[in-house]
Antibody, heavy 122, light 106 residues
């Protein structure tokens, strides 16, 4: 059974960047899309973008274009999400999630990481 | 971007009763729709995909229906562990989520 384990909580200053990792264990990594979804306190879920590691190309939601970079390292079965130019509105829990069907980000997410809290505060 | 709208925002239901949650898409998403359950402090859990297929391990009291722009999640007899927030998500295009429906104890 595949598990996704994320890196720990972060506190960042406005204007800085944060990089969150998501390590897969127990199954196939490269051929399934990994997406990043965030949830601000008390709010709903928001898809930021994703990557299919075997292809290496990421796709991003228009809202985050230019500010987010998603990468993957097949050798360590780890995906990364880096968000730059942080502002207070980026305070949220960031989740990685695996697409239920291989080789597409356009699907339901059947496996989720535990979430990483990112707090942006001066 | 496809906008997903859920109703109601909050649903008050007694244990053992039926709950019906709605989700509407701003344009057709065919049957490319999923439902999730989220409890406080936890990651979302996939309940339904393909509008009506239960994910692995999901009890039969959860059922989904609909296609195109109108979808429904029905919980036939609410158990104590079902009180949570439920989200719909379309994946006909780049994924987008509804704003959620909170199912609370009446």
């Amino acid at each position: 059974q595949v598990q996704l384990v994320q890196s720990g909580a972060e506190v960042k200053k406005p204007g800085s960047s944060v990089k969150v990792s998501c390590k897969a264990s127990g199954g196939t990594f490269s051929s399934y899309a990994i997406s990043w979804v965030r949830q601000a306190p008390g709010q709903g879920l928001e898809w930021m973008g994703g990557i299919i590691p075997i292809f290496g190309t990421a796709n991003y939601a228009q809202k985050f274009q230019g500010r987010v970079t998603i990468t993957a390292d097949e050798s360590t079965s780890t995906a990364y999400m880096e968000l730059s130019s942080l502002r207070s509105e980026d305070t949220a829990v960031y989740y990685c999630a695996r697409g239920r069907v291989g080789a597409t980000m356009k699907h339901a997410f059947d496996i989720w990481g535990q979430g990483t809290m990112v707090t942006v505060s001066s | 971007e496809i906008v997903m709208t859920q109703s109601p925002a909050t649903l008050s239901v007694s244990p053992g009763e039926r709950a019906t949650l709605s989700c509407r898409a701003s344009q057709s998403v065919s049957s490319n729709l999923a439902w999730y359950q989220q409890k406080p402090g936890q990651a979302p859990r996939l309940l339904i995909y393909g509008a009506s297929t239960r994910a692995t391990g999901i009890p039969a009291r959860f059922s989904g229906s609909g296609s195109g722009t109108e979808f429904t999640l029905t919980i036939s007899s609410l158990q104590s562990e079902d009180f949570a927030v439920y989200y719909c998500q379309q994946y006909n295009n780049w994924p987008t989520f509804g704003q959620g429906t909170k199912v609370e104890i009446k």
